[in-house]
């Protein structure tokens, strides 16, 4: 009952073995990341930075969007909390790559080691986002609902209270309330790694959704005490969506840090978490595709006031609007329509012929 | 010995306007089971219209017992109206759908209060203090000034207000034919509405009457700390933590856990770190949900299928 409830299951929702074989697929994904490498270069070469810089944002919104998706969309479990993983992730990889950057020279074996550290250091953000997702996870997905967000939300104000009064850990300067200023910027390779984690995620999630412990997660959200009593380990894979979800909003933060170059505690608090929620809902929660669509609407969507902005003078308050806007959007998705745009519908229903098939009991 | 029972005076005066706020939290929860985040701006907007009118009064040259009868009384009215809004626009036409979904819609209205709010032409994002005449008058001392200790007109008035109110609130909930229809609502909803009681009307009630506490202590914030538009974030969960530390749906718990609130945070404030205090009432709201979800007087309800 904690899920935003449309009908029944449908039936293509019953996983069957994936017609494409793992080792090509898992090959196909590999084509797609090396061919993004001379995409990014194009970018950069001929499109105005302005434009890629919008770009690369909407790769990180599609991941903390599509993260917290397999918290709520998929698991059904409401939780408030996703920006401070992004915190903790944008703060792992800001401070070590503050420290310890590698020059980047124009070419050759120097740059294979930038661009390892570069992945080493977001991962390891991940990492440590995905082990605070284990610690908070454990005690607070005992609760249900509303309760479950009023926790996670509690844990995020803490932990913006812990950064904010943290000048240093150990020689590591953390910056405290003023932020942490002059994390590199990775101007020239910021799309490929955004937009390549990015695929990583979808494609992450996409197979989760399709497998058969997908379908654990989605029972959990229909109805979590059936889920129980037809033997599913409730428990286990609540814990699961939230650590997988919080180890990729650590992802998405380390790549927000080092497309800005600081990092500010306030912005990652509850208002950043509920705007990734809004991503969620407006998209139409448990859709993957939906889910992408609306976090690349929703952050394009200041930049289109700015234009507003331009046209109307400097004391246009663009940002009030934008949340005015969002809120707006909230309520009257809630009455109008609560699945969302589409719903748990997705963009390319590939799998509906194989679905029938399972269906029908021949699969 | 003084420091520590003045610190406990400034708690007890801060933690009754904590109450006042929670008694909404808790009294909504009691009948919808839904965390009004609403609720919290509610009180911000007490605090908006409160500044406006002390504004006007002082700047009519009024006296400060006419000022503050202005003050709170015209904020109750405006918040009252508002919380009736807010309810019949925004959470009525929810009423059978999963919690979630209103849960949701409530962030968007608090977000939509908070972000209005902050527009210049209405308030501004920058907080703004009560004028001079009005505090000056709050923040007099009364009593013996021999023991050191200093006790405000506020204090003497957050608390006297608080106690008061809750005193109404629990003669409405116990001794009136509302309250017992509201209590019959809180018990089980459905069966409330088989034995003919109008649930719509206790439902706006409930919030007409939790909005005007609210918009007193709006008031009372907005004198003794000045009026934000962002206030209701803060305090509000800080108050909606009192009530799930009290038991939410409980009323005399809700007293209890705002003068808790109150006093550990004012506590950690004067003796351990300002820096860190607001981070203890969250500290609370985990550590409660993890040892006992219900609180100290809530009722434990079994999840059914």
């Given at each position: 009952?904690?899920?935003?409830?449309?009908?029944?299951?449908?039936?293509?929702?019953?996983?069957?073995?994936?017609?494409?074989?793992?080792?090509?697929?898992?090959?196909?994904?590999?084509?797609?990341?090396?061919?993004?490498?001379?995409?990014?270069?194009?970018?950069?070469?001929?499109?105005?930075?302005y434009?890629?810089?919008?770009?690369?944002?909407?790769?990180?919104?599609v991941?903390?969007?599509?993260?917290?998706?397999?918290?709520?969309?998929?698991?059904?479990?409401?939780?408030?909390?996703?920006?401070?993983?992004?915190?903790?992730?944008?703060?792992?990889?800001?401070?070590?790559?503050?420290?310890?950057?590698?020059?980047?020279?124009?070419?050759?074996?120097?740059?294979?080691?930038?661009?390892?550290?570069?992945?080493?250091?977001?991962?390891?953000?991940?990492?440590?986002?995905?082990?605070?997702g284990?610690?908070?996870?454990?005690?607070?997905?005992?609760?249900?609902?509303?309760?479950?967000?009023?926790?996670?939300?509690?844990?995020?104000?803490?932990?913006?209270?812990?950064?904010?009064?943290?000048?240093?850990?150990?020689?590591?300067?953390?910056?405290?309330?003023?932020?942490?200023?002059?994390?590199?910027?990775?101007?020239?390779?910021?799309?490929?790694?955004?937009?390549?984690?990015?695929?990583?995620?979808?494609?992450?999630?996409?197979?989760?959704?399709?497998?058969?412990?997908?379908?654990?997660?989605?029972?959990l959200?229909?109805d979590?005490?059936?889920?129980?009593?037809?033997?599913?380990?409730?428990?286990?894979?609540?814990?699961?969506?939230?650590?997988?979800?919080?180890?990729?909003?650590?992802?998405?933060?380390?790549?927000?840090?080092?497309?800005?170059?600081?990092?500010?505690?306030?912005?990652?608090?509850?208002?950043?978490?509920?705007?990734?929620?809004?991503?969620?809902?407006?998209?139409?929660?448990?859709?993957?595709?939906?889910?992408?669509?609306?976090?690349?609407?929703?952050?394009?969507?200041?930049?289109?006031?700015?234009?507003?902005?331009?046209?109307?003078?400097?004391?246009?308050?663009?940002?009030?609007?934008?949340?005015?806007?969002?809120?707006?959007?909230?309520?009257?998705?809630?009455?109008?329509?609560?699945?969302?745009?589409?719903?748990?519908?997705?963009?390319?229903?590939?799998?509906?012929?194989?679905?029938?098939?399972?269906?029908?009991?021949?699969? | 010995?003084?420091?520590?029972?003045?610190?406990?005076?400034?708690?007890?005066?801060?933690?009754?306007?904590?109450?006042?706020?929670?008694?909404?939290?808790?009294?909504?929860?009691?009948?919808?089971?839904?965390?009004n985040?609403?609720?919290?701006?509610?009180?911000?907007?007490?605090?908006?219209?409160?500044?406006?009118?002390?504004?006007?009064?002082?700047?009519?040259?009024?006296g400060?017992?006419?000022?503050?009868?202005?003050?709170?009384?015209?904020?109750?009215?405006?918040?009252?109206?508002?919380?009736?809004?807010?309810?019949?626009?925004a959470?009525?036409?929810?009423?059978?759908?999963?919690?979630?979904?209103?849960?949701?819609?409530?962030?968007?209205?608090?977000?939509?209060?908070?972000?209005?709010?902050?527009?210049?032409?209405?308030f501004?994002?920058?907080?703004?203090?009560?004028?001079?005449?009005?505090?000056?008058?709050?923040?007099?001392?009364?009593?013996?000034?021999?023991?050191?200790?200093?006790?405000?007109?506020?204090?003497?008035?957050?608390?006297g207000?608080?106690?008061?109110?809750?005193?109404?609130?629990?003669?409405?909930?116990?001794?009136?034919?509302?309250?017992?229809?509201?209590?019959?609502?809180?018990?089980?909803?459905?069966?409330?509405?088989?034995?003919?009681?109008?649930?719509?009307?206790?439902?706006?009630?409930?919030?007409?009457?939790?909005?005007?506490?609210?918009?007193?202590?709006?008031?009372?914030?907005?004198?003794?700390?000045n009026?934000?538009?962002?206030?209701?974030?803060?305090?509000?969960?800080?108050?909606?933590?009192?009530?799930v530390?009290?038991?939410?749906?409980?009323?005399?718990?809700?007293?209890?856990?705002?003068?808790?609130?109150?006093?550990?945070?004012?506590?950690?404030?004067a003796?351990?770190?300002?820096?860190?205090?607001?981070?203890?009432?969250?500290?609370?709201?985990?550590?409660?949900?993890?040892?006992?979800?219900?609180?100290?007087?809530?009722?434990?309800?079994?999840?059914?299928?």
């Open positions: 009952m904690n899920a935003i409830t449309e009908h029944a299951t449908p039936a293509r929702f019953i996983a069957i073995r994936p017609r494409v074989p793992a080792w090509i697929a898992n090959l196909a994904l590999a084509g797609l990341l090396v061919g993004l490498w001379p995409i990014n270069r194009l970018l950069v070469d001929q499109i105005d930075p434009f890629l810089l919008i770009a690369t944002t909407i790769g990180v919104s991941i903390l969007a599509t993260s917290l998706n397999l918290v709520i969309g998929i698991s059904g479990q409401f939780s408030l909390g996703h920006a401070a993983f992004m915190a903790i992730g944008a703060y792992t990889t800001g401070i070590i790559l503050r420290h310890y950057k590698i020059v980047e020279p124009a070419h050759g074996a120097f740059q294979l080691a930038a661009a390892g550290e570069f992945a080493g250091a977001i991962l390891l953000g991940a990492l440590f986002a995905a082990i605070a284990l610690f908070i996870g454990i005690p607070t997905l005992r609760l249900r609902g509303d309760y479950l967000a009023i926790a996670t939300l509690g844990f995020g104000e803490i932990l913006f209270v812990a950064i904010n009064n943290t000048e240093n850990i150990g020689p590591f300067m953390v910056g405290g309330s003023s932020g942490l200023y002059g994390v590199p910027i990775y101007r020239d390779t910021r799309f490929f790694w955004v937009w390549g984690f990015a695929i990583v995620c979808i494609v992450c999630t996409w197979r989760i959704v399709y497998s058969s412990r997908g379908k654990a997660f989605l029972a959200r229909e979590e005490i059936a889920a129980a009593a037809m033997g599913v380990d409730t428990t286990w894979y609540k814990v699961a969506a939230f650590v997988i979800g919080a180890f990729f909003a650590g992802i998405a933060g380390g790549l927000a840090s080092v497309i800005s170059g600081n990092l500010d505690p306030g912005s990652y608090r509850f208002i950043k978490s509920v705007e990734i929620v809004v991503m969620v809902v407006l998209g139409g929660s448990g859709s993957i595709t939906g889910v992408i669509l609306a976090a690349a609407l929703l952050t394009m969507l200041p930049e289109g006031l700015r234009f507003l902005k331009e046209a109307t003078g400097p004391a246009f308050p663009a940002d009030q609007l934008r949340m005015i806007i969002y809120s707006l959007t909230l309520i009257l998705l809630m009455i109008l329509r609560p699945t969302g745009l589409l719903g748990r519908r997705e963009l390319f229903p590939m799998r509906r012929r194989f679905a029938r098939t399972a269906a029908g009991g021949t699969a | 010995m003084g420091q520590f029972a003045q610190q406990l005076i400034v708690g007890l005066s801060v933690g009754a306007t904590y109450a006042l706020i929670a008694l909404g939290y808790t009294m909504v929860y009691g009948v919808l089971r839904l965390i985040f609403a609720h919290g701006d509610v009180y911000m907007v007490g605090a908006v219209v409160g500044f406006y009118l002390a504004r006007f009064a002082v700047g009519a040259g009024w400060v017992a006419a000022s503050l009868l202005l003050i709170f009384g015209g904020a109750i009215v405006v918040c009252v109206v508002l919380g009736f809004l807010i309810e019949f626009l959470y009525r036409p929810l009423r059978n759908r999963p919690r979630i979904v209103v849960l949701i819609t409530a962030i968007g209205v608090s977000l939509l209060l908070e972000n209005t709010a902050q527009l210049q032409w209405v501004g994002a920058q907080p703004q203090k009560y004028p001079t005449a009005i505090q000056l008058a709050l923040n007099a001392r009364i009593g013996s000034a021999a023991s050191g200790i200093v006790v405000t007109r506020l204090d003497v008035l957050s608390l207000l608080s106690l008061a109110l809750m005193g109404a609130l629990s003669w409405i909930v116990l001794r009136t034919r509302t309250g017992l229809a509201l209590r019959a609502v809180s018990y089980r909803f459905d069966t409330a509405m088989l034995m003919g009681i109008n649930t719509n009307r206790i439902i706006s009630f409930t919030f007409m009457f939790g909005s005007g506490l609210a918009a007193v202590a709006g008031c009372m914030d907005g004198i003794r700390y009026a934000d538009p962002l206030m209701g974030i803060q305090y509000g969960l800080k108050a909606f933590i009192a009530a530390l009290g038991g939410i749906g409980s009323i005399p718990g809700a007293l209890l856990g705002a003068l808790l609130i109150g006093i550990t945070e004012t506590m950690v404030k003796y351990v770190s300002s820096s860190w205090a607001d981070a203890v009432a969250f500290l609370v709201l985990v550590l409660i949900l993890l040892i006992k979800p219900s609180g100290l007087f809530g009722r434990h309800e079994p999840e059914k299928v």
